[in-house]
């Protein structure tokens, strides 16, 4: 499934005939960086901030609380008001929130409705098999795309170029749960080489901790790895026609040097900022891998206790895994600024 | 039909061996025979071009974009566009056919013995990476430098080209660069290879009158320094006769004419070249007849209270101060040019007048009343009573691409409203016809007129509510020679049959010289010089205003190709 | 617009594939053979036959009937999240480039918001903790691809905005209204039909794996999404079980990316090509 | 080797990570250790415990008083042996010597003492109803623990092989909330890792009275995986034994060459009515519900044949089965009809809500919605999420839906069986807590009449038949254990009342 948005805020011309730029005297390099990432730490709160709203409210919004499953069978409606007022749920919305927001900042995500468990250690249990599955499918899905990114680039309008447009196009089609279970039929069942289902951890057991997120992570991966490569090859071919290329060409550079010096570069952009949305449906998509392959990852964790209404724990998923996106978008526009520092300076 | 030439070309088929050596070296450097392109469809592009260049030699080739000569060129240094190619003839290059060559052959050839300079310099250098690493990259593709001497030489070379300050022009990208200066970071690069042949595509074309000039005295200089045979490709008669011993006239894709660029000036075989010669003297300064007896006693009209007046008006964009006290004024039915070079602020007086940028200081008064301090709706109604317009310089961008021009022109209109569909018509038809268009036209999208025509749907667009004052943002840079003397002459009917006052700006001082009953020379912000336009040509008091005339290029019959004033640093 | 996809030779296969999932949505439960809900407990897991095409599932019921039947529910719930999503995003999105700067940079954050919840896990939980119903996961999708809406139809308005022929018009005193109506909407149409045909794609992808988890699942209701999945559970018994459902959603959802790829590509043609 | 290659570098790279981890040899020989897909308990602490089910987890880390066998008689456990008194109204057990917690604590007779206790007064404790008849409980010596009873109750030796004698360290009860989550108990295994609603892992507890009949080292225990994976799990060894897989498995694990155990137990599932709201509190319409449902479809459908048709919440094979009762109500949908007229409701006007449980439904609630739409009744399914304490809260505690589809797993005493399926304080009298004082006669009496007693099975065929004919409820189906297991698994021990895991090997 992709969602990848079709075109980015192209920065406006500039107005009406406004003077050229005239030579600005040029600015330490470290001043522009900083000043860059400060802005871009500085949007990043308000996102925080709205985000967690959403979360908050779906949770209010839901009007659910531990009263019955605590109650047990002396569920009458005075026992159960005092449990909503012993878990704060009687006071007005903005002071819940505020109190919710406070506990964030403090790391205490309050506790599970249904097992008492404090939140932010059920999470820091499952989070490192959601990581690995995820880092897993990121990285192959960022060698595996660029390489057919950049080859269906090279050999433009080949057969390689029209079989990688299809691939990428079907893979766009295939609904995540589809593309697992047809690598477990092929690499479980048919080849009996990896394990269809559980979770190893790594310190215990690398070599099987590798082969237990070997299918999840490819089946996760292959969204990325469709987009990566379409993003990529478009990128590229328009980047080919640039005058910039003339120029090298002009100057005897080889083709390699152009193609991986100059244009990958350039590039990149879009590839990288597409990679940037990719992540939350990652984590997303997650949910549908561990519960095929039984991971006791976050995904499913939020899922099950969203089916079950205990609406911390959700919460407390949904903040983190922000909280994992917002890391995310920050890292990836550094490297952005890396790749392109003009832009940087341009804004 | 073979696969779209891959710029890159990476090698994925039998590569095409290079055909045994040819004659032995003749004199000339390079020799072009019969050279024809044609695009996939077998249309020929360029059709048997033939020239040759001697070692050391200058040739220009002159013609109208489509002419032919970028392609040639191109075709020179391999670099045809995907979907054309060479269908037949040679390009001989001291004995080896550049026309036959695969990519393994090029390999010691680009940047080593042959190189380019083109059209619009930043968009040559890429854009992320500062400019220094890639004249050092440059280096050391042709010789083998290592990187500490590649920096000490990229650093001499930039010098060499007149960026003085050459430390900090390294670490800078391309877009922080001027044009004159990225061009002259692309000539630094072009040269580091020591090349034999320097091929300049419409260098400078892009830059400003003065800068262009510099270009040219540093190409020359360069040329001569560096033993460079020179191609100089321009659509610019002038351009080219100042720096090319030999020319070649292309139309079509075909040689209408070459030989010496004195004798080709003096005695121009084809009819062709004689109306290139003739458009481009009719409008310089020389269409002016000199006569100091009239200037002297053209009597100053009496001043009543002035249409539009402006006084000590001051503006700065961010930190930088860009208009510095300007006093202006400008009666019914007389043409205001406001000349001066780009970044001098004659836009920032435009804009200012229609309230698209607030000054820091100063007053406008139209008619008497103060419109600077008009906000919100006072604004929007005096733009709806539309008493000043604005024509754009670029038609283009300021027509909607998906609407007939009927619907840009009636815009106004519809706008304030409270007309019929017929009424309505009948004024879009008015002014069409008021500019000279036919009006079946009216329907027509902006991409299917030409040049001229959509200038004139902008100016119509402008004149359908009887503004009192137009103002015209280089109305005619963009145009070819026969277009740009219609819409300068429907200026002038409209000033002395309308009586709209109008504040043209350019450039070009030539187009301003032509129509403008007076004129103002902006420099840095400030007015240096103002007064009626032909006394003001004739004896230009300011130092700037002799400079800027002196840079417009003269077409020189006399002496061959000698540069007009000593290379001046930056 | 219209008249040029159809003379375009690459939209063709995407064409004629939606013209079948028009048809089957609306007529797909009148031609079911027989009736999707009926059990029949001796044809449990019975292959392609005569009587029954695509054979039988676990229940016994007529699966063809089953995939008919689900044809209009499937698409439907699609098109309501993009109607959603359309709503939200596309107004906002127009509106981010002509209303003052605070109404811009609020709408940008609050789109920046959406677009770091994690996708499945957000929708899961909105229609968990609102009612697990087919509504709820419905309303939860459109609300999730409202930044794609707004996204495009910002960057369309954005690459207007700032052009001459709008300066042009402020000048002669036109309002923001009549410029939006005028030269705005003109140009963000085909973007947003483009963004149209692909979400709705994605969006059938989305309930698929929705229904795969159990959640907005009413049950006995067929639905393409509902049917893959449980085929995929009865997989050894009937091998072929998932194809036929899952075909009819790679299908749309491949149509539905091709048409989305050959609008771009109209749109983005320069102006001379267009015709 | 210049740059532009890193990328094929990598991918290469990754691609031989992968094959080489492929074929390493998986360490399951080394240590004896098996992998066990079923559900999480809803409690660690057997007093807090809220469904039938959790005995197969619990008895894990619990010990129990007694035991019972294949065939339902009451074996010697940590008790060594037990007798009544006179009048049997005073139990005495006599535990086995030096028994210890996994906390180290002393399991003797006052640990007992505290653990009954504990489980008739904490607020929140599931056994109150199973030990009301107990007034008191003594410790006489450290080895010798008595129950003082109201009256004479011969099914006690029964209860207290489940739950109610897993007895749990009173050392750790002291935190109620923790021993939840983490159990200290005195049996097989002793937990190592737990993980809520995702896996427990447990090692060998040496101290466990029976650990030479126990010759697994490592037991983990693990959600089930997804129906479309759970054979693939298996075959590719993420699980070693698969408990309670869909019926319609059973021919694809045969012929993959899985080992599949058909066992006898004591599961019964039915259709709970709830005679508390509407249209049920119509007689008719109850009456109606006992003709309406067809039990040979369900056992085709939903147990793939395997399973047999019952009225009563017993299987066939359980001694307690009456078969009198399977005569009294034949599928005969023209009645039913005929009897919701009587009731007021013509077809189609009568529409209901059925809750079902995805975890143990396979399918059952779409049969009778099926059903039901043949007598003119509409009925739309509500599935209650999955998770081991939704189900609970929502039918069992709340008793919230008009109709459910459910099943007993079955409880160590028949009586104690009839009291959860229609006891006043039964959790699965969805009625509840609606039970006929007949009813609750004839299980006193049962209760007072010891089990060797000639007259003991008549009594308690009564009892059985009474209950069914008070409850509105209608039982269905008995499904036998359907079990999976990789080959290597040996020695099932699969009990009618639980799973257990004494004399089970690993190759």
Known sequence: ?347 | MNRPANILDFPQRAARRAPPSAPPAEPALLCVDNLSIADRSGRMLVDGVAFEVPRGGTIGIVGESGSGKSLTCRAILGLLPPGLNVASGTIHYRGVDLAQLDRRGWRGLRGIELSAVFQDPASYLNPSIPVGKQLVEALRATQRLDKGAARQRAFALLRRVGLADAEAVFHQYAFELSGGMAQRVLIAIAISGGPRLLIADEATTALDVTVQAEVLALLDELRREQDLTLIFVSHDLAVVSEICEHVVVMRDGAIIEAGKTAEVLKKPAHPYTRSLIENHRRYTIDAIPLDDAEIAEAPPEPRSTPLLSISDLRAAYGDRAVLDGIDLEIDRGEILGLIGETGSGKTTILRSILGLVTPETGEIRFRGEDILALRGGALRAFRRSSHIQYAFQDPLRSLDPDLPIAASIGEALDIRGGITAAQRDDRVAEALRAVGLDEGLADRLPRDLSGGQRQRAVIARALVLDPAILLLDEPVSALDAVNRIHVLELMRSLADDRGIAQIFISHDLGSIAGITDRVAVLHRGRIVEAGPTEALIANPTHPYTRRLLASVLHLDDGTSGQPRHAFIGA | MASRLIRNRAAFPALLILAIIAFLVALGPVLAPQDPLAQNPYELLQGPSAQHWLGTDAFGRDVLSRLLAGSTVSILASLLSVEIGLILGVVPGLLSVFLPRSFEWISLRLIDALMTLPFLVFAIAMTALLGNGLIQAMFAVGILITPAFYRVSRAAALSVANTQYIEAARLMGASTAFIIRRHVVSKVLPAIAVTTASMTGACLSIVASLTFLGIGVVPPEPTWGGLLATDLTTLYERPFGPLAPGLLIVATVWALNALADVLRDINALPEEART | MTKPRLPLLLGLALTALLVLAGCGSSDDAAKARVRWAFIMPTSWDPVTSRTGADINTISLAYASLTRLNKAGEVEPALAKSWEYSEDGRQLTFELRENLKFSDGSPLDAAAVKAFLDRGKTQKDSFLKAELKGIDRISADTPTRVTLHLAEADYQLPYVLAGRVGAIASPNAARDPKKLALWPAGAGPFRMVEFIPESHAYFEKNPHYWDAADIHIERLELTTSPDPSTLVAALLSGSIDVATRIPAHKVKEARERGLTVVIAPSLNAANVSINRNKPPFDNPKVVEAFRYALDRRDFVTIVTAGLGRPTHQPFPPNYFAFDPEIEKRWTYDPKRAQALLREAGYAPGQLSLEIAANPQTGDGGAEVVQAQLARIGVKATIRVVPPGSSSWQSEVYIAKRPQIAVDGTIGRESPIQNLLAVYGPAGIMNLSGPYASAGFLDAVERVRRTPTDDPAYRARLHEAVRIGVAQSPSNYLYATPWIIAARPRVKHLNVLPSQIRWEGVRIE
């Open chain 1, 1 to 347: 499934m992709t969602i990848a948005a079709q075109a980015d805020d192209p920065a406006g011309t500039p107005p009406l005939s406004a003077e050229p730029r005239v030579f600005r005297p040029n600015k330490p390099k470290s001043a522009t960086h900083l000043r860059f990432l400060g802005s871009l730490a500085l949007i990043s709160i308000p996102v925080f901030l709205f985000a967690t709203l959403i979360t908050f409210l779906l949770g209010y919004a839901s009007g659910l609380d531990p009263a019955a499953g605590i109650a047990g069978d002396a569920a009458t409606p005075e026992v159960i008001a005092r449990i909503r007022a012993d878990f704060g749920l009687d006071r007005p919305v903005a002071i819940q929130y505020l109190d919710w927001m406070a506990g964030l900042v403090r790391g205490d995500f309050g506790v599970s409705w249904f097992n008492g468990v404090p939140v932010l250690q059920l999470i820091l249990q499952r989070l490192p098999v959601s990581l690995s599955v995820a880092g897993a499918a990121l990285v192959v899905g960022i060698v595996m795309g660029s390489l057919l990114g950049i080859g269906a680039a090279i050999w433009r309008g080949s057969a390689f170029d029209r079989a990688v447009t299809a691939f990428a196009s079907l893979a766009a089609a295939l609904p995540p749960f589809v593309v697992a279970i047809v690598l477990i039929l092929i690499f479980s069942l048919w080849l009996n080489l990896l394990p269809a289902a559980g979770y190893i951890p790594f310190s215990e057991d690398p070599a099987g901790w590798l082969r237990i997120i070997a299918i999840p992570a490819m089946a996760l991966s292959v969204d990325i790895i469709a987009d990566l490569a379409r993003q990529l090859r478009t990128g590229l071919v328009s980047a080919l026609s640039e005058n910039y290329v003339t120029g090298a060409v002009v100057r005897g550079l080889s083709p390699r040097r152009i193609l991986f010096v100059h244009v990958l570069r350039n590039a990149a952009g879009p590839a990288l900022s597409m990679l940037a949305l990719r992540v939350p449906m990652l984590i997303g998509g997650a949910v549908v891998t561990e519960s095929i392959f039984t991971m006791p990852g976050m995904g499913k964790m939020a899922a099950d206790s969203a089916l079950r209404g205990d609406v911390p724990v959700v919460q407390g998923t949904l903040v983190v895994s922000i909280v994992i996106v917002l890391a995310c978008s920050l890292l990836i526009n550094i490297l952005l600024g890396v790749l392109q520092p003009a832009t940087q300076r341009r804004d």
